[in-house]
């Protein structure tokens, strides 16, 4: 579509803004039915987009309830009879959307080529029988024991029972797989560059680092040194040491990992982190990532291709290798709810300019000179070639391995460069003359490859000029109607049932003071760190749906909570509305100490809380998020502080009498929570105003006029 005044286009982008679950993962059987009914095939696995966002209209796909996937030769047919048009000008407009959606490759251009896993229905086996490497063993997943009490395993839901974690046989059913091909990624690595270069080459100081930080880059060794006869052992030796403080575990890819509680819009595949308080790493994949190998509609292309992403994303966690395998459906298409299938993957290059402020890179300095014009450089170039299927499928096969075995690690490398994109780095000089001369409007850069991908693009270039032209026929000028206003279709609502309502309500109400569930002092918490709490606490039996239904149903209520289920797992806020007052028999009563608390180690306590220094601090740790662990607390102090006060032979005890005697002196930074929760209370207004992301700060601002808006409509009833 032809650019337009941002004010035709505010209501699309406010629906591309909505989170939810786009196909109804999380619902049962019967609630996804209804929620994809009418659907086509395509849209059930992999959502229909509303609205716009990722640069794209997607009100072009009308309220036909598709998914903007299947190849456009049946769009030809189906869309004869749309009444914005001529069905040839629609044809052309789809070819453009599906261009400008996927790396310039319309879906029909991927199916010829055999890249398009969703209409891949040739049968693709897994018989890889090789054990588990020791560093991915079962023994080496969290489970929600070895987490802080603060915070939750995160469910499952949809059609499993159970929670995201390695003990789950579900879980682990689905991991298997992903495993083996990781164990052997990692197995024939000896012959390669890059986890040898990590592990075993040399490092050199990077030349003009910024003052203060020191930087290095590291080199491979050479081929002979990376093939001898000992390499093998000395690398399997190294991963070996190196893992042997490292565990595995799932979270939400949307989520800050301390507490649970959503941080992004966009959800990562991973994160690595090194968890000092607990003397250990952790490596946490993403439930969005593994949620589709859940359904029972994929087939194997789409089966095989999430398990290289999971396989890949476990590899490129023990180094930054740039192999990471590129999904057609990009994460801005989960809209803040669970993964979408694999479509169909593309190679491309992770080492690219694109990446140069990637988290530890952002204040090295750069080393690649900016290319001259006419120049080809790899730094500034983006190449994308689509994958074919049956080449991501055989890696799940021991002929696939007996040849890398045999040959070395070029018998790994993907051979099937018949057709690609390439774009240019708006630095490169290039880059815009090139735009200029071809009118394509889709990245920064122009095709390469076999004539065929040439006459492509010209047909593209024609159908930019065919969307300008219809624009202007339906006078798509400043002030005028958007012709797409009566797509502008917003996500189907859930409509949530909880027969238990009373007979949670009242355990609630039972249960509302501090060391029990401590609803009253409640202020922002995840769904899953929530759940635990009722569940560790006892006293009612829930499963994960009934509790999520009941959060539904106060929502709509505008009582007891706010509710909000995505980004990622759900955020959970008490508000005042719909708890019967307290009775004097109910009145508080704190716990007193079991041991004796040192009053130094009050007043030291004291002292640091009230210091603005270790309040922007724990901000910078847990965000938003009031609870902390106790034993996790006092960690936090002695590694960050270096409080050797609260170390030591039972300094876990000792800590918690000092938090509790705090509180029941009347302290003011901090109350007790749940069992073994602390719960700081003192304001963070300020520290959010100067230290929050703009994410978080639209974030709260969004729940705060939420629960004003609940308050003001009990006043009015």
């Known amino acids: ?63 036909e309830a598709k998914s903007g996937v299947t190849p456009r030769e049946d769009y030809s047919k ?75 395993a995160i469910p499952i839901l949809g ?6 974690m390695a003990d789950n046989p579900v879980v682990w059913t689905l991991l298997k797989p992903c495993l083996q091909l990781a164990t052997m990624m990692l197995h024939n690595e000896c012959k390669y560059s890059w986890l040898d270069a990590l592990l075993n080459g040399s490092y050199e100081d990077v030349p003009e680092s910024i003052k203060g930080i020191k930087l290095q880059r590291f080199f491979s060794r050479t081929h002979s040194e990376r093939t001898s006869r000992s390499s093998p052992r000395i690398l399997e030796n190294s991963i070996q040491n190196m893992t042997s403080k490292v565990v595995f575990g799932f979270h939400s890819g949307y989520e800050e990992v301390t507490t649970g509680l959503p941080r992004s819009r966009t959800s990562r595949n991973a994160i690595t982190r090194n968890h000092t308080i607990f003397d250990r790493i952790e490596v946490l994949v993403s439930t969005e990532m593994a949620q589709p190998l859940l359904r029972d509609d994929l087939t194997d292309a789409e089966k095989m291709g999430n398990r290289l992403r999971i396989a890949t994303t476990l590899v490129h966690e023990f180094a930054i290798w740039g192999g990471q395998p590129t999904p057609l459906v990009t994460q801005m298409y989960n809209r803040g709810g669970p993964g979408l299938p694999n479509l169909g993957i593309i190679k491309t290059s992770w080492f690219t300019d694109k990446n140069k402020a990637y ?15 006419g120049q080809i ?28 075995r045999e040959f070395g690690p070029e018998a790994k490398k993907i051979r099937t460069d018949k057709r690609g994109m ?76 909880c027969p238990r309502w009373n007979e949670i309500t009242e355990h609630l ?119 902390l662990d106790i034993e996790t607390f006092r960690l936090w102090l002695v590694d960050r502080f270096e409080m ?34 602390v719960r700081f209370i003192y304001p963070i207004e300020e520290i959010r105003e100067e230290r929050a992301d703009a994410f978080a700060k639209e974030r709260m601002k969004a729940i705060q006029e939420r629960e004003e808006d609940a308050i003001m409509k009990i006043d009015f009833s």
């Not at 059609?159 to 995201?164: L, T």
């Not at 988290?359 to 001259?372: D, E, F, G, I, M």
Request: proline residues 6%.
């Open 78 to 152: 189906s869309h004869r009879s749309i009444r914005r048009g001529n069905w040839k000008e629609s044809y052309y407009e789809l070819e453009t959307y599906q261009r400008n959606r996927f790396n310039s490759f319309t879906t029909f251009d991927l199916y010829t080529m055999k890249c398009l896993a969703a209409l891949d229905t040739d049968v693709f086996l897994h018989n890889l029988r090789n054990p588990i490497h020791p560093c991915f063993e079962e023994s080496k997943w969290l489970t929600e024991n070895d987490m802080p009490k603060h915070k939750g």
């Open 644 to 677: 050797e006060e609260f170390d030591g032979e039972d300094a876990d005890e000792g800590f918690r009498d000092v938090i509790w005697e705090t509180v029941r002196q009347g302290g003011a930074y901090f109350t007790l929570g749940p069992k073994n929760i």
């Open 422 to 497: 390439r774009y240019l780095s708006k630095d490169h000089p290039d880059a815009k003359s090139q735009i200029d001369d071809s009118g394509i409007r889709i990245g920064s850069g122009w095709p390469y490859g076999i004539p065929q991908t040439r006459s492509q693009i010209k047909r593209f270039i024609v159908a930019n000029n065919v969307s300008t032209r219809i624009s202007k026929q339906h006078c798509f000028e400043e002030g005028s109607p958007d012709p797409l206003d009566h797509f502008n279709i917003k996500p189907p609502k859930v409509t949530y049932l």
């Open 1 to 63: 579509m032809a650019d337009a005044p941002d004010v035709i286009y505010d209501e699309a982008r406010a629906i591309g803004k909505i989170y939810y679950d786009t196909t109804g993962q999380l619902l049962s059987l019967s609630e996804r039915s209804l929620y994809t009914l009418g659907w086509t095939s395509l849209a059930k696995k992999y959502g229909r987009p509303l609205g716009r966002f990722a640069s794209v209209d997607h009100r072009i796909l009308g309220n």
């Open 159 to 164: 059609d499993e029972i159970g929670f995201w």
């Open 509 to 627: 109400f039972s249960n509302r003071g501090p060391l029990k569930l401590a609803l009253d002092a409640m202020g922002l918490l995840s769904e899953p760190t929530f759940f635990r709490y009722i569940r560790d606490h006892g006293g009612i039996n829930l499963t994960s749906l009934e509790f999520r239904n009941f959060l539904g149903v106060a929502d709509e209520k505008r009582e007891l909570f706010l509710w909000e289920p995505f980004p990622g797992f759900g955020i959970v806020k008490r508000i005042a509305t719909g708890w019967p007052l307290i009775s004097e028999l109910d009145s508080i009563s704190w716990p007193s100490p079991i041991g004796e608390p040192d009053e130094d180690d009050m007043e030291t306590l004291d002292n640091l809380m009230s210091d603005e220094a270790v309040q922007a601090a724990l901000y910078e740790y847990c965000g938003e998020c009031r609870d």
């Open 377 to 404: 450089d790899n730094f500034h170039t983006y190449d994308y070639w689509p994958v074919p299927t049956q080449w991501y499928s055989f890696l799940f096969s021991e002929g696939f391995w007996e040849n890398v």
């Open 359 to 373: 988290q530890t890179s952002r204040k090295a300095p750069p080393l690649n000179r900016k290319p001259k014009r």
